[in-house]
């Protein structure tokens, strides 16, 4: 119990379960006499499992028989709640391990991203309880010092159940940062904690006038990214399975990456500045106001600036409009409409990257090259005055652009991309 870490509670259970505690494979009991060179094997109880989600995918960062590490995104909550069932990390791990208790050693915010640690029974868990050392990453707005200790009390704000803040009859708390990059909008941090209250980060942060990125709780902007910057990168802890030290790592996200790229400002382009006869079958970033990104989806065929016809569109619009609200990004559609002439359609999206926009495309032109059923949504209602449909022709005329994106990459959503190729 001493040097394994085993406590009494944990004891009690496992003489009462069958298998609980065995000697080569049979069942014995806690007062029962074990010889030099016996094994001795624990099984601990699994618990209740959380309702699986198999539709959930979140990357595996670190895994053996004792424990899985995942890279959390942001936007997903780890645990679930009145407002969050079936979509959150716990349903993940149900749907991955369905024998296996949720066991989270460490917690991360809804929108905070990066490593979570999840024991997969009871005795890992006290294990790792106590060993886990967090390495965080954080964009803050503004030039930052260059490294600094903030050592500032935290309290509940006016008693509310989730708004913290610097007072001095709070809780101690200090955290530890230096700043590895910044291009005068925003400074990426490397943080540890000494102290692990709710919020921490994010409430020390806006005290010294560096609010977090995104983190409009506490007076950060969400204008160049939807959610706090803030991101857990680095995790050390002790192999439960081993009793060694191991070290796993979480690559930053591509949203916070993007607040610090070089001429950042060049893609919020406005549609009249570019002159759109230049370009044929593509898809390119026609502005970007806050989190929601406007792409234009050109369909014009490669063969002499030759327009499709109103019904091929329009059938194309239904479709890839059906698809979209239906596919693991549907919450992240704002509008899929027409350009007011034949040479494609609007994509809106909110929280989105442009990787996961090009998969989406390619995806819904692939559907549509292969639809054989009825058009949905083909009433005057949806389609107004204007009722006329072509699937044969749409089935045609997708082929080109799906061509046409099969190499695409975020940085060719630039006009100015193709005017220096």
Known sequence: MEKQGVSRRLLTRL???????????????????????????????????????????VPVAFENDAVVVFSKPGGMPV??????????LGNCFAAMYPELAFRAVNRLDRDTSGLCVVAKDAYSARILQNSCKKVYYAAAQG?????????????????SIILRCVREDGQRAVTHYRRIHTDGNHSLLRIELETGRTHQIRVHFSHIGHPLAGDDL??????YISRQGL??????????????????????????????????????IASFQV???????????????????????????????????????????????????NSEFGKNIVYVGPMGCRTGFYLLTRGMSHEDAISLVKSAYRFIADYNEEIPGCTEIECGNYLEHDLDS??????PLLEALENYTPEMLDYSWHFTK
């Open 15 to 57: 003489k009462r379960l069958d298998g609980g505690i065995t000697r080569n494979g049979r069942t014995i009991r806690s007062i029962d006499l074990v010889e030099n060179g016996d094994e001795i094997i624990l099984r601990p109880d699994t618990g209740s499992p959380l309702e699986a989600s198999p539709t959930l995918n």
């Open 79 to 88: 645990h679930p709640s009145i407002r969050h069932q079936g979509d959150t």
């Open 143 to 159: 030039v930052t010092p260059e490294q600094g200790i903030i050592d500032a009390p935290i309290a509940r704000q006016c008693e």
């Open 218 to 223: 506490y007076g950060g902007s969400r204008k």
């Open 231 to 268: 991101h857990c990168g680095e995790m050390t802890f002790t192999d439960p399975a081993t009793g060694k030290e191991l070290t796993v790592h979480s690559p930053i996200p591509e949203d916070m990456k993007n607040l610090f790229k070089e001429n950042n400002t060049m893609e919020k």
């Open 275 to 325: 002159d759109h006869t230049k370009f044929g079958v593509g898809m390119y970033i026609s502005r970007i106001d806050d989190d929601i990104i406007t792409y234009d989806v050109r369909m014009v065929k490669p063969n002499g600036g030759v327009y499709i016809s109103n019904p091929s569109l329009h059938t194309i619009e239904h479709l890839f409009a059906t698809y979209a609200r």
């Open 394 to 399: 749409a089935r045609k005329d997708v082929l």
